[in-house]
């Protein structure tokens, strides 16, 4: 699963050098290597793809840098660094997955993202799954308590004992700043004349479905705007334990995509004839696959200005991946996840108790 933790990753690791080649691992070798993936090779491309950091993607890479494809980096692909985080990467053998690049003195380390990791997102995911009618899932799962790095809900709805560690659930422990969203903006503002093009949402769980419809939204215009939701107004829409990112979470997703040129923090859920000339914007589009049509009629309040102003487009989805079917995966394969984040937890948990070590972020 692609996170924002993975896109400040990459964006420290453009920081090392100028141009950033990311290896994509396919889909066996993950499931040889860690469990089943959230995504398909074909959906992380697309993901990683979209990182505005990225320069290329080699695909098919092992997840073991054995010697031979080290020395086939180096010299093929002219690579002259291979970048990891703080975090230890293990095989299955647990042997360290970059030893030899270390060896060779050609690795270099960057900080890892706090307070997200994809076991800790699945967790998010299991407690949400519990107690949402939008996810329709009528029983606790196991899962759920094998994710247990946070503090425990404080709502009668978390299902969660303070006197049982086993089941607290988990809470993001993303630590925001203002020099991250700087870190993550593009710092751009859409010329006079340009064409601005408006797109809302939620945007939770950051998936191709969105790359693809962002996609299509800034082919409408010169600058894309995306207006992000506030938690409380997902949460009033889509019931309790959603958004499964917080705000800040979601705006950092989008903005590492490529396609985006500003986020709006907080928009508003109806857009009005005042947001629109704030923005200057000139066309508002939403996607024809959306989370809340699924449950019922559209709200046609929500797009009742531009409509009035024959400023409102509805552009047909290239992808029907949602946020919602993203967690039916983790839901429905709920042992295979299990088994293979059991010790991930663990690890984590490990890192932030022990072995956690300041290392100065690019």
């Not at 939701?229 to 800040?248: F, K, S």
């Amino acid at each position: 699963m692609m996170h924002y933790g993975h896109a400040n990753a990459l964006r420290q690791a453009k920081a090392v050098g100028d141009e950033l080649v990311v290896g994509l691992i396919n889909d066996a070798e993950i499931m040889r290597c860690k469990g089943p993936p959230v995504m398909n090779e074909e959906e992380r491309h697309t993901l990683v793809e979209a990182v505005k950091w990225v320069d290329e993607i080699l695909t098919g890479v092992p997840y073991d840098l054995n010697p031979e494809f080290v020395n086939e980096l180096f010299t093929k692909h002219r690579i002259d660094y291979i970048i990891h985080g703080d975090d230890p990467c293990l095989l299955p053998d647990g042997s360290d997955a970059y030893a030899h690049a270390k060896k060779l003195g050609r690795f270099k380390m960057v900080k890892r993202t706090e307070g997200v990791s994809t076991t800790d997102i699945v967790g998010r995911m299991l407690t949400c799954s519990r107690v949402n009618h939008f996810i329709n899932e009528d029983e606790p799962h196991p899962l759920a308590k094998s994710f247990s790095m946070g503090t425990p809900r404080e709502d009668s709805n978390a299902e969660a004992s303070t006197s049982d560690a086993s089941t607290r659930t988990t809470l993001s422990k993303f630590l925001p700043t203002s020099r991250r969203l700087v870190q993550f903006s593009n710092g751009r503002v859409a010329p006079e004349g340009a064409r601005i093009v408006y797109i809302d949402g939620a945007f939770d769980c950051f998936h191709p479905g969105h790359v693809k419809i962002l996609k299509a939204a800034k082919a409408q215009g010169d600058f894309l705007l995306v207006g992000l939701h506030t938690d409380e107004d997902v949460q009033a829409r889509r019931g309790p334990h959603l958004p499964i990112m917080n705000l800040h979470e979601r705006s950092l997703s989008v903005l590492s995509c490529k396609y985006v040129d500003e986020v709006v923090i907080g928009s508003p859920c109806v857009i009005t004839e005042d947001l629109m000339k704030t923005f200057n914007i000139s066309v508002v589009v939403r996607g024809s696959v959306t989370e809340t049509s699924m449950l019922g009629p559209v709200e046609e309040e929500r797009y009742e200005v531009p409509r009035r102003m024959g400023l409102f487009t509805e552009l047909h989805s290239p992808s029907d991946v949602t946020a919602r079917n993203i967690i039916h995966r983790i839901v429905d394969k709920r042992a295979a996840f299990e088994a293979r984040n059991a010790k991930k937890v663990k690890g984590e948990e490990a890192y932030y108790t022990g072995a956690k070590q300041y290392v100065q972020e690019l």
